[in-house]
């Protein structure tokens, strides 16, 4: 069956506009994860969402970032006034349920350049 | 202290030869541990996933966590030029907790 998409594959903006990102996660997966990827940085937690509980927002690293997921699916990262930090591939995952006894499975990821 | 240590290589080893690749951690309540595969420009693709300490075995590669040492290994036997890429290991203390990444080790077989 298809996978995680997300789109698009690459973006490229000016600082100061804002981006948004999606992701298509995998069909009847609840949890759905958003992460960023700077290179040496690893897999940074951004945000998490399950079912209709309320996000898990803890990993935002600023108020510039926000996510919603629409109709428990398909979900949108916005960043307001990018900065040139921001430049990272951002990946999103889905899991059947939340925590480490469910396997996520990660979309190839949108690479943001914010020159 | 981060949470997860892992050495960012490049790790250059000739084909054939056994990879071993680790990561440290500091909180003693990690208790599920993964190893995702990543290819560049691809997600990551979770690789074994094991519970406590002790080792797991999948065709040429095997998973050994050592609690007592907050110490995990990952080894790959006859490594092949396809095994090249960043492998993370991950881990999290219960099953409905949020997982903590390492930051990934390159990995390139020569061939």
């Known amino acids: 069956g298809a996978g995680v998409s997300q789109s698009p594959s690459n973006k490229v903006t000016e600082k100061g506009k804002d981006v948004e990102l999606r992701c298509d996660p995998i069909?009847?997966?609840?949890?759905l994860y958003w992460y960023r990827q700077s290179l040496g940085q690893g897999l940074e937690f951004l945000i998490y969402?399950?079912?209709?509980?309320?996000?898990?927002k803890s990993g935002l690293p600023s108020d510039r970032f926000s996510a919603e997921r629409t109709g428990g699916s398909v979900s949108t990262l916005t960043i307001q006034r990018t900065q040139q930090e921001d430049s990272a591939v951002y990946l999103c995952?889905?899991?059947?349920?939340?925590?480490?006894?469910?396997?996520?499975?990660f979309g190839p990821g949108t690479r943001l350049t914010v020159l | 202290q981060k949470e997860v240590e892992q050495d960012p290589g490049p790790l250059s080893v000739p084909e054939g030869a056994i990879v071993s690749l680790n990561c440290t951690y500091s909180?003693?309540?990690?208790?599920?541990f993964m190893w995702y595969r990543q290819y560049s420009r691809k997600g990551p693709e979770l690789l074994m996933y094991t519970y406590s300490s002790g080792n797991k075995e999948d065709g040429r590669f095997t998973a050994q966590v050592d609690k007592s040492s907050k110490y995990i290994s990952l080894f790959i036997r006859d490594s092949q030029p396809s095994d090249s890429a960043t492998y993370l290991c991950?881990?999290?203390?219960?099953?409905?907790?949020?997982?903590?990444f390492g930051k990934g080790t390159r990995l390139h077989i020569l061939p």
């Open positions: 969402f399950q079912g209709n509980s309320a996000p898990d």
């Open positions: 991950a881990m999290s203390a219960g099953r409905d907790d949020k997982i903590i």
């Open positions: 069909s009847g997966h609840t949890a």
């Open positions: 909180n003693s309540a990690f208790q599920y």
């Open positions: 995952a889905s899991s059947l349920g939340s925590g480490s006894a469910n396997e996520q499975f």
